[in-house]
């Protein structure tokens, strides 16, 4: 439950802000002339916050689509992304978020329509039909989504636009809205899994391997696309057994037929991260497996990772064809 709400003042009187603020009554509400003088604040502690996250409610003046990271896609050369919320519900133990940012406030931007615009406008930018726009890098496309209505209204936008294509990625059962309209074309909904070992252990919050199966079910059974993605990969003596078992419990409810796409990558962090997160969770057992560290990246190692790597695959085209698989490089 949201105790603090923190908004800036020039969005006091945004549609959305009332709209939110009125989910959360009880809720003691803050002005702020900018966002970053909570979210950004060095005297914070991440570990503690995550334990009761304010809601900050912001207006993002720039930077509305970004580039993705190099390797990061699902096959096309032109692959963007886009963050309306910066943190997540979740308290996934491997997520880079923890490393990145000061705050484990909620952070949600409301101007909606820029975003959009943004959108838009690279895609006007070509004429290909392959231009991918990813939601969930910096938060859960879909876990808030009660409170904040985006992907609802992200695929109003994307209903009108040809050439550009749409992932709502997500370990969230939230799918009413998505339920309550026809699917797009251009809109593939993808969820996350880890076996369920290291779901157990490093997946705080997050629903049921189970709960998020039912969900792509009912969501192919409306219509929409849906794709699976394995990532991080965190190394384990019995990795093979445990994706096998993760696979088949998914398989044995969704269709492999109607599935989009699956891809996978390894557990790394920048160095910089990975140092804050083991400040923050110093006997946690993940960061005290034999990493290695390379280019500046912290990794389980080259051959533990090719070991990996060519293990999940197999695993995916006991179900799926190649052509839908696509490793994250």
Known sequence: MIQTIYIEEEILDHPRVLSICDRFPKATTITCERYTSVFNSNSQNFRLQKKNPALILAKKYNKHVLPTPPGYGIGSDRNYYFSHMLNCLYDCRYCFLQGMFRSANYLVFVNYE????QIETTASESSADDTWFFSGYDCD???????????NEAIDCFSSLKNAQLEIRTK?????SLLN??????CVVAFSFSPEKTANSLEHGVPSIQKRVNAMQRL?????KTGIRLDPIVYSQTLQSDYAELLDHIFSAVEADRIHSASYGMFRLPKPFFRKMVR????????SAPLTEHKAQ?????????????????????????????PCK
């Open 181 to 186: 309209r026809e699917p797009i074309p251009n």
């Open 220 to 224: 192919q059974e409306k219509g929409w």
């Open 172 to 176: 969230s059962t939230q799918i009413r």
């Open 114 to 117: 820029d975003f959009f615009d």
């Open 280 to 287: 923050l969770y110093p006997e946690e057992k993940l960061f």
């Open 298 to 326: 912290v990794s389980f190692g080259e051959e533990a990772e090719s070991t990996s790597l060519s293990i999940v695959h197999s695993e995916l085209l006991k179900y799926v064809e190649e052509q839908v698989i696509f």
């Open 141 to 151: 496309s879909l876990a808030m989504e009660p409170v904040t209505g985006f992907m």
